[in-house]
Structure formats: structure tokens, C-alpha cells
């Protein structure tokens, strides 16, 4: 399968934890973003990265969420000291450098439950 | 701000029945508009659309996007349960960081 791929599927953690999702962009793909998704909205831009560099993270809450795309591994959103509001599914996509009409690619998203 | 709107929000149908739903947009540089399908997993592809008044279609899927008016829709003719889930309209607008912004998509319910 060479699509993207997200893990863990489920995560459920404790208030007060961390919280790190990791996707593998589609081969060949160099840029990645993350979304959340809440229930019953739609999909919220968090952030997006190209290897090794944070281009955009306009989406993302400043405290105690960041994200990197190292230039080996996946990509990984990390959320310290969670709170209830951070249940969410976390969606990522990969696209191609030429991504000129803007589709993207979906991961099968991470899904957070915070106790 | 961009902003994409979607009617219904939700939709309970039954097997068999075509169904028509509804997207519409202003953002300030259009290039594209997109549907995915979202069952309990990931967002998938279903269309693009560039151009005004050029359908496109895949099986009982079709889609077709009015510039004049700023919308798109999706139709699904002879629906099955296999057609439930939430549809995803996102425009592209190139601009911003991902330069997609999505609606909050329509949840349809086929029931047999």
C-alpha cells in the first residue's frame, strides 16, 4: 500500500500526557499536512511541512502543539499536556511537489480521546 | 476569509433514491474545487473540477461545477448502503499554507 499511512489509529490518553501521532507521507511526496477534525466540522488546517522545514503553521495552537518532518521518519504532530478538547481525529495528507490543482492525499487518520 | 458552505448538513435516504448534494463557495483566487468521500477512514478522491459545466462522472457519481454561481454538485443516483458517508467539498485556492478550505461536509445516511 502506498498510501499515506497514520498511526496509532486510536490513541487514548490521560489528561496531562503526550500525544504523538506519526504519518509516512506517499512515496515521492515531500510535502505534508495535518488536519483535525472535530465532530460534525469539517476538516481544520493545522499545519504544513516540507522535509525538514515548517512552512505553514498558521492552524496550529502555539502552546503545547508542534509538528516536524525530519529528513528521515515520518512526519509527527506531538501534543504535550493534553486536555479534553484535543479528542479530535488528526488527519494527515502528502501531495506532490507539482501540486498544482491541489489534491491531496489522505491518511486514515489518528484518533485522540483524552480522559 | 475563504469559506465553503455545504447543504445538507445531513441526509437520510433510502436504498435506491438519488440524492443531490449541494456546495457552494467564495474564496478569493479560485483554481479548483474538490469532493472527497469520507466513510470511517480517509477522505477520499472522488472529483476535480475546473471548469464550469463540464460533468464529470464515475459510475452513479457525478459532478458539476457553475462559476457564475460560485457551487458545485454532487449527485448519486440508485444509492446503496455503501454510499454513506460524509462528502467533502474543499475548494483550492492555491494561496495560504494549503490553500484548501473545506466545508463541513454532508453526512449521508442510505438505509436499506
Known amino acids: 500500500n502506498a498510501g499515506v499511512m497514520q498511526n496509532p489509529r486510536h490513541l487514548v490518553r490521560r489528561r496531562g500526557q503526550e500525544a504523538r501521532l506519526r504519518c509516512s507521507p506517499v512515496k515521492g511526496h515531500s510535502h505534508v499536512y495535518w488536519y483535525r477534525q472535530l465532530p460534525e466540522e469539517g476538516l481544520k488546517f493545522m499545519v504544513y511541512?516540507?522535509?525538514?522545514?515548517?512552512?505553514?503553521e498558521s492552524g496550529m495552537p502555539k502552546e503545547r502543539f508542534s509538528a516536524e518532518f525530519p529528513k528521515e521518519g515520518p512526519s509527527i504532530l506531538r501534543i504535550q499536556q493534553v486536555v479534553r478538547g484535543d479528542s479530535a481525529a488528526y488527519f494527515c495528507?502528502?501531495?506532490?511537489?507539482?501540486?498544482?490543482?491541489?489534491?491531496?492525499?489522505f491518511g486514515e487518520g489518528s484518533r485522540l480521546t483524552v480522559l | 476569509e475563504d469559506k465553503v458552505v455545504q447543504s445538507p448538513l445531513s441526509l437520510v435516504v433510502h436504498e435506491g433514491d438519488t440524492v443531490t448534494l449541494n456546495c457552494s463557495y467564495e474564496v478569493t483566487n479560485f483554481r479548483s474545487l474538490l469532493w472527497y468521500k469520507q466513510e470511517k477512514k480517509a477522505p477520499t478522491f472522488l472529483f476535480m473540477l475546473?471548469?464550469?459545466?463540464i460533468e464529470k462522472k464515475s459510475g452513479r457519481l457525478s459532478s458539476i461545477l457553475d462559476k457564475k454561481e460560485l457551487s458545485s454538485i454532487l449527485n448519486i443516483t440508485a444509492t446503496q448502503t455503501g454510499d454513506s458517508a460524509i462528502y467533502l467539498c474543499?475548494?483550492?485556492?492555491?494561496?495560504?499554507?494549503?490553500?484548501?478550505?473545506f466545508g463541513k461536509g454532508t453526512h449521508l445516511i442510505i438505509q436499506p
Open positions: 475546473t471548469s464550469s459545466g
Open positions: 495528507a502528502s501531495s506532490p511537489l507539482d501540486r498544482e490543482a491541489g489534491e491531496l492525499f
Open positions: 511541512l516540507q522535509k525538514e522545514n515548517i512552512i505553514d
Open positions: 474543499a475548494v483550492y485556492s492555491g494561496g495560504g499554507a494549503d490553500g484548501l478550505t
